[in-house]
């Protein structure tokens, strides 16, 4: 039998964007109406969508070689397993996210030790817990299904709730009082399956192809045709993401030039080239960047 590397993709709000970023690695990840097995054109893996909520414990038992989940999920099922890369992607920004205390614009609650005896809902309640702990404070913490913004001040004194940008919960008017952790999304591995030598092999070239692509983005490749009398002028305005490569051309005055740089800044500095005395400029997409 075949080698197949067993892969977790994170159900949900993470979804789309892994799929997103599969493809820009060079993936095709396709999810099939109703069915838990998205199909990627890769032999050799098997997918199976689960909640990132879930993955940390599915990986850690060995139903799953490896999968992607927030690093949150590992703590808060105090998962064993091996993180073997951070992916800092998310479905609103490259920012992580946040878990907050939250509570409503007129409750005393200033700090942690306010919470004394009071009423938590969250869905990370172990994490919450912990925390709690760490602050010699005792509050009983229910675990919440969903909707937690709207349970206070009736249904709940306060609540742990995850943001990216702290909208929802302004709109809910509650008001952030501490961070209690930050994460981001991981690429977790079973400890067994990343001492295999096939899998670990695959499991790092899966990785690096993702890393590449995330790298590319907001990138593009710019390369323009410069006479070398000109071309300490053309060097002095381009951000190169290391150095530019400089190549000799037929017409030994002329060089060829070509560089990376974030793509808000191309209708900034392509006239600036141009007046420069570059020519033949040419922008490109990037798919992959490999250190």
């Given at each position: 039998?075949?080698n197949?590397?067993?892969?977790?993709?994170?159900?949900?709000?993470?979804?789309?964007?892994?799929?997103?970023?599969f493809?820009?690695?060079?993936?095709?990840?396709?999810?099939?109406?109703?069915?838990?097995?998205?199909?990627i054109?890769?032999?050799?893996?098997?997918?199976?969508?689960?909640?990132?909520?879930?993955?940390?414990?599915?990986?850690?038992?060995?139903?799953?070689?490896?999968?992607?989940?927030?690093?949150?999920?590992?703590?808060?099922?105090?998962?064993?397993?091996?993180?073997l890369?951070?992916?800092?992607?998310?479905?609103?920004?490259?920012?992580?996210?946040?878990?907050?205390l939250?509570v409503?614009?007129?409750?005393?609650?200033?700090?942690?030790?306010?919470?004394?005896?009071?009423?938590?809902?969250?869905?990370?309640?172990?994490?919450?817990?912990?925390?709690?702990?760490?602050?010699?404070?005792?509050?009983?913490?229910?675990?919440?299904?969903?909707a937690?913004?709207?349970?206070?001040?009736?249904l709940?004194?306060?609540?742990?709730?995850?943001?990216?940008?702290?909208?929802?919960?302004?709109?809910?008017?509650?008001?952030?009082?501490?961070?209690?952790?930050?994460?981001t999304?991981?690429?977790?591995?079973?400890?067994?399956?990343?001492?295999?030598?096939?899998?670990?092999?695959?499991?790092?070239?899966?990785?690096?192809?993702l890393?590449?692509?995330?790298?590319?983005?907001?990138?593009?490749?710019?390369?323009?045709?410069v006479?070398?009398?000109?071309?300490?002028?053309?060097?002095?305005?381009?951000?190169?993401?290391?150095?530019?490569?400089?190549?000799?051309?037929?017409?030994?005055?002329?060089?060829?030039?070509?560089?990376?740089?974030?793509?808000?800044?191309?209708?900034?500095?392509?006239?600036r080239?141009?007046?420069?005395?570059?020519?033949?400029?040419?922008?490109?997409?990037?798919?992959?960047?490999?250190?």
């Amino acid at each position: 039998m075949s080698n197949i590397l067993k892969l977790g993709i994170p159900a949900g709000s993470l979804q789309d964007a892994t799929a997103e970023l599969f493809r820009k690695a060079g993936y095709k990840l396709t999810f099939a109406s109703r069915s838990y097995y998205p199909t990627i054109d890769d032999t050799e893996i098997h997918c199976t969508l689960i909640r990132a909520q879930e993955m940390a414990r599915y990986v850690q038992n060995g139903s799953l070689d490896c999968g992607l989940t927030g690093h949150d999920w590992v703590v808060e099922n105090d998962a064993q397993v091996t993180e073997l890369a951070e992916l800092v992607f998310s479905k609103v920004s490259r920012r992580p996210v946040r878990w907050v205390l939250a509570v409503p614009n007129d409750s005393p609650v200033k700090e942690p030790k306010d919470l004394q005896g009071k009423r938590i809902a969250t869905e990370v309640v172990n994490i919450t817990r912990k925390w709690l702990a760490s602050h010699g404070v005792t509050a009983n913490v229910e675990f919440s299904w969903g909707a937690t913004e709207v349970k206070p001040p009736k249904l709940a004194d306060a609540i742990v709730e995850v943001t990216e940008t702290g909208s929802s919960l302004k709109a809910n008017n509650l008001r952030i009082v501490c961070d209690i952790l930050q994460s981001t999304t991981r690429f977790i591995a079973n400890p067994d399956a990343a001492k295999d030598g096939w899998k670990r092999q695959k499991m790092d070239d899966l990785i690096l192809m993702l890393k590449g692509a995330m790298a590319a983005e907001g990138k593009v490749g710019l390369m323009m045709n410069v006479k070398r009398s000109q071309l300490d002028s053309v060097l002095a305005m381009l951000p190169a993401l290391q150095t530019p490569t400089i190549s000799s051309l037929s017409d030994p005055t002329w060089v060829d030039v070509n560089t990376i740089l974030d793509e808000a800044e191309v209708r900034r500095i392509i006239p600036r080239l141009k007046s420069a005395g570059a020519c033949g400029i040419v922008e490109y997409p990037l798919n992959k960047i490999i250190d």
